[in-house]
């Protein structure tokens, strides 16, 4: 059984994907915000998940509260850390912490697109295709060896709001199969990219949904 911690900020749409789809072997331990009044903590609690709050505004600088996240974290002995929508840059001593057990869900086909603001630069651009992708966290944002991707059409008649809809579809989807993965130890990180295991089937880890 491996022990997974999730980190929240909001709602937690892609921690309660990862809840529901009861992965074999995997033990949500925790789930920890950085936001006393995160939609997800109540929803976490209610199905027995133990959750805890680390209010970020209490802490002087980005040092201090990683360093105190890290102590929280490790007392639920985690073997994988797991970014749901957890809206804080992390310094590189948290990240190196949790090499190769630490991974996020970004909403773009990475590289491009890195920060905030995907959905409006892709249609800004007028990319014909955008999606998201799960990977190991590095020190560097949104950059990290990649898991998998799921790609979306961009439509004509897209605003960012109806494109963010599409792509979290596949977020729910792809994340939790991310998740197994690493719980049935079928990831390996080889010369800074991701190695599935012979086992799983490549076009698994890359969707592309018609339109």
């Excluded at 892609?14 to 331990?29: D, F, P, R, S």
């Excluded at 976490?44 to 805890?52: D, H, P, V, Y």
């Excluded at 680390?54 to 002995?77: C, G, I, M, P």
């Excluded at 799921?150 to 709001?161: G, I, K, N, Y």
Aim: one cysteine or more; glycine letters at 6%.
């Amino acid at each position: 059984m491996k022990n997974i911690v999730i980190l929240i900020s909001g709602r937690g749409s892609n921690m309660q994907a990862i809840v529901n789809a009861q992965i074999a072997g995997a033990q949500i331990a925790a789930v920890i915000s950085n936001r006393p009044d995160a939609g997800g903590l109540a929803w976490a609690a209610e199905r027995g998940i133990e959750t805890a709050v680390l209010d970020h505004k209490q802490f002087a600088d980005r040092e201090s509260f990683d360093l105190a996240l890290a102590n929280l974290v490790d007392s639920y002995s985690p073997d994988l850390l797991v970014l749901a929508g957890f809206m804080r840059i992390l310094t590189a001593g948290f990240v190196n912490r949790y090499s190769n057990r630490l991974i996020n869900v970004h909403p773009s086909l990475l590289p491009a697109f890195t920060g905030l603001n995907t959905h409006q630069r892709a249609i800004d651009e007028g990319v014909k295709l955008a999606g998201c992708t799960v990977h190991f966290v590095t020190a560097e944002l949104d950059h990290g060896p990649m898991i998998a991707q799921a790609a979306v059409p961009v439509l004509d008649d897209d605003t960012a709001e109806t494109l963010a809809a599409r792509i979290l579809v596949q977020e729910h989807q792809l994340y939790p199969q991310a998740v197994a993965w690493f719980v049935a130890d079928q990831l390996q990180v080889v010369d800074g990219k991701v190695k599935l295991a012979a086992q799983v089937r490549a076009d698994i880890a890359v969707r592309a949904p018609s339109i």
